[in-house]
């Protein structure tokens, strides 16, 4: 039963240049109000699957050749980007991807240029609030911040629409532990209090499990593995490959 799924992909399969098969046979879904995690390593497929959702797989030569992708009760796979968001469904893409000459308050703007000026000035409040370093930063050369508060800004941007559906690709790739704290603790909290649902594609399995409600492992374009996050993080095969507790 799908009803209670915001998000649910079913036996999805994806093709680069018509040979290389990156995701086979996954089923997965997100429900309203969770944190959903996407996990593996290199290579395993995470990305492909967010590519897919988000329908930029044209732009790489992908295409779906089985299964469906179902947004809010629509099926959104063959939807354009742009139609995509405009549904509510809105990714902070792997490498934060801003416009790195502009500022951190005109990033924030671009990700709100959907929204009327009213609700516009509303959301980069509540930007400000959840981040406000990127308030004391506003007026800052996006391209010159750190690491960390580029990934703060490519999550502010994302949340400027109001998304029904957060994705977000690796946002701890490359950071220090303590910004990492810092944005988990953000995703914790908008689920916590404003009862956002989030899809977070990690390869640090032990950073994702803290927050998550629900996981999937996947390997070699597969789902492996999937369970309520607490209890993969106790699981012993988990710890052993994932957490590198074995
Ligand atoms: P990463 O953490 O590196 O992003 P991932 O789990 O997200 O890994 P994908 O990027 O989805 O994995 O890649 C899955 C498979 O598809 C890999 O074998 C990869 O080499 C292949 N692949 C990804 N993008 C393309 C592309 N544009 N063209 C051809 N093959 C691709």
Same mark, same amino acid.
């Given at each position: 039963?799908?009803?209670?799924?915001?998000?649910?992909?079913?036996?999805?399969?994806?093709?680069?240049?018509?040979?290389?098969?990156?995701?086979?046979?996954?089923?997965?879904?997100?429900?309203? +109000?969770?944190?959903?995690?996407?996990? =593996? $390593?290199?290579? @395993?497929?995470?990305?492909?699957?967010?590519? +897919?959702?988000?329908?930029?797989?044209?732009?790489?030569?992908?295409?779906?050749?089985?299964?469906?992708?179902?947004?809010?009760?629509?099926?959104?796979?063959?939807?354009?980007?742009?139609?995509?968001?405009?549904?509510?469904?809105?990714?902070?893409?792997?490498?934060?991807?801003? &416009? @790195?000459?502009?500022?951190?308050?005109?990033?924030?703007?671009?990700?709100? %240029?959907?929204?009327?000026?009213?609700?516009?000035?509303?959301?980069?409040?509540?930007?400000?609030?959840?981040?406000?370093?990127?308030?004391?930063?506003?007026?800052?050369?996006?391209?010159?911040?750190?690491?960390?508060?580029?990934?703060?800004? $490519?999550? =502010?941007?994302?949340?400027?629409?109001?998304?029904?559906?957060?994705?977000?690709?690796?946002?701890?790739? =490359?950071?220090?532990?303590?910004?990492?704290?810092?944005? &988990?603790?953000?995703?914790?909290?908008?689920?916590?209090?404003?009862?956002?649902?989030?899809?977070?594609?990690?390869?640090?399995? %032990?950073? $994702?499990?803290?927050?998550?409600?629900? @996981?999937?492992?996947?390997?070699?374009?597969?789902?492996?593995?999937? =369970? @309520?996050?607490?209890?993969? $993080?106790?699981?012993?095969?988990?710890?052993?490959?994932?957490? +590198?507790?074995?």
């Amino acid at each position: 039963d799908d009803s209670e799924n915001l998000l649910s992909i079913r036996n999805l399969k994806v093709v680069y240049n018509s040979s290389i098969e990156a995701v086979r046979d996954v089923s997965l879904s997100v429900s309203a +109000g969770k944190i959903v995690a996407l996990l =593996g $390593a290199n290579g @395993a497929g995470k990305s492909t699957i967010l590519k +897919g959702v988000s329908g930029v797989l044209f732009t790489e030569d992908g295409e779906i050749e089985n299964g469906s992708i179902n947004f809010r009760g629509e099926n959104i796979s063959e939807l354009m980007p742009d139609l995509i968001v405009g549904r509510g469904l809105v990714q902070v893409p792997e490498g934060r991807r801003l &416009f @790195a000459p502009l500022t951190v308050h005109e990033n924030l703007v671009m990700g709100g %240029h959907l929204v009327g000026s009213k609700v516009l000035a509303e959301r980069l409040e509540f930007v400000f609030e959840l981040f406000p370093r990127l308030k004391e930063k506003a007026s800052h050369i996006s391209g010159y911040l750190s690491g960390g508060e580029q990934q703060m800004v $490519a999550v =502010g941007r994302a949340l400027m629409s109001d998304p029904k559906l957060l994705c977000l690709d690796e946002p701890s790739l =490359g950071l220090a532990p303590q910004i990492i704290d810092e944005i &988990f603790k953000v995703l914790r909290k908008l689920r916590d209090e404003n009862g956002a649902s989030i899809l977070l594609v990690e390869q640090n399995a %032990h950073r $994702a499990l803290e927050i998550a409600d629900y @996981a999937y492992i996947m390997e070699n374009g597969r789902v492996v593995m999937d =369970g @309520a996050a607490d209890a993969l $993080a106790n699981n012993r095969d988990v710890k052993e490959f994932y957490l +590198g507790l074995g």
